[in-house]
């Protein structure tokens, strides 16, 4: 799984997904395919198959990893990044309708404390700018 993740990480993704499938045969010739170490397999393959046009592919196995980072508090136990990845294919394949289901949402609107402004991390939460304002514009 490390040598998978140092491929994609250098952009040799056609190895770096070879490796991951081999891996992933691997963890469930062990049966350790129900793990957390699977979960974070399934999720780094899936980048790797989206950044060589593979989303179909993709899709199916961010499905995998979400299906498995799940416990009986449902999405909220899965990794924000995870739902965003996820989101992100979803929205390639243009099936824009489920997206937003699995857009983590910001951590104020879920009631904890937030060290983040909007706008910072959660643009679409951040004010609509509709142009340059008068101090901003050069004279």
Not at 10 to 27: D, G, K, N, T, Y
Not at 87 to 98: H, K, N
């Amino acid at each position: 799984m490390n040598l998978a993740d140092s491929y994609r990480e250098m952009s040799r993704f056609p190895e770096a997904i070879e490796v991951f499938e081999q891996s992933s045969q691997q963890l469930t010739r062990l049966g350790r395919d129900d793990t957390q170490t699977a979960g974070t397999l399934y999720n780094n393959w899936a980048l790797a198959l989206e950044m060589v046009g593979r989303t179909r592919e993709a899709e199916r196995i961010f499905k995998r990893a979400i299906d498995l980072s799940r416990d009986n508090q449902g999405e909220a136990a899965v990794s924000p990044m995870l739902l965003t990845n996820y989101a992100r294919t979803l929205t390639t394949l243009a099936r824009l309708g489920e997206a937003p289901d699995y857009t983590p949402s910001p951590p104020w609107s879920r009631g904890a404390p937030s060290r983040h402004k909007p706008g910072k991390i959660w643009p679409e939460h951040a004010p609509v700018s509709t142009g340059p304002s008068r101090s901003s514009k050069r004279r």
